[in-house]
């Protein structure tokens, strides 16, 4: 037995950060994070307004610069910029809470775009990839629409799919439900729940409780710029360990 799981033990985290720190001017977002997640791993960023969690999200593709510290995909350090940051972050999927698709292109061809100019697919391969993927999210009928057609939540699956054109190694999604009508979140979640299920890396910041205790394999509990928990879900919404976690979910549950 132990023999077989040596390989495994052995690779690399999908996502490490060491000794990260980051400020926006005199404030000190990001306080000496170090977090290693493997692949295949679930892991949701939870706490207070303001505690460092989108921030944290945002470094790991270097769409926040860090002031200290070494971020590694898959065992390769993530440079500060060039060619080799643009082909890193390639491997990384990110979703917002705002959809950020291209207004003027078809819901199709939004799919198709990175993985034609970035990856240099042939169209029909990305056409064929990108409506396997339309189709898994449920908006294939919607192929030949424009983002303004949809509703909030066709168009954040859209966007789900358009990151997983890229066959990306990880995907980050940064609060991907809070700009959705509440009757549209869960469509988004059960797309997520689907993901996870299959073995995807995913770093997920949200208010989405229910997901959490659902998906996640693992919580990281943030507050003023610093991992104060990290768990795993029943732990910690039965038994948070911190007077900050037992204070946030108080107000959170309640509602």
């Known amino acids: 037995m132990t023999a077989a799981a040596s390989p495994t033990t052995s690779a690399p985290p999908m996502v490490s950060l060491q000794h990260v720190d980051k400020h926006f001017g005199d404030l000190h977002v990001l306080r000496d994070i170090n977090l290693d997640i493997p692949a295949g791993q679930v892991v949701v960023l939870l706490g207070p307004s303001g ?3 989108s921030t944290l999200c945002r470094t790991i593709n270097r769409l926040e610069p860090i002031d200290s510290g070494e971020i590694y995909l898959d065992g390769t350090l993530l440079p500060d910029e060039g060619r080799d940051l643009a082909a890193l972050r390639a491997e990384v999927g990110m979703v917002f809470q705002s ?8 819901i199709l061809e939004n799919v198709t775009l990175a993985p034609i100019k970035v990856r240099k697919k042939s169209k029909a391969d990305a056409e064929a990839k990108a409506m396997e993927l339309l189709r898994r999210v449920g908006v294939a009928e919607q192929r030949d629409k ?3 057609q949809l509703s909030g939540g066709q168009q954040q699956r859209v966007a789900i799919a358009r990151s997983l054109a890229m066959e990306p190694r990880v995907m980050l999604f940064d609060e991907p439900t809070s700009a959705l009508d509440p009757e549209m ?3 988004v979640l059960d797309v997520m729940v689907s993901l996870a299920e299959d073995g995807m890396t995913m770093v997920v910041v949200t208010h989405e409780m229910g997901f959490a205790r659902k998906a996640a394999r693992r919580v990281i509990f943030m507050a003023d710029g610093a991992i104060v928990e990290d768990t795993d879900p029943d732990s910690f919404f039965s038994s948070p360990a911190s007077d900050r976690a037992r204070d946030f979910l108080s107000k959170i549950l309640d509602h």
């Open 185 to 187: 979140v869960n469509e």
């Open 51 to 53: 505690s460092g969690k």
């Open 146 to 148: 424009y983002p303004a």
């Open 99 to 106: 959809f950020n698709l291209f207004a003027h292109k078809t």
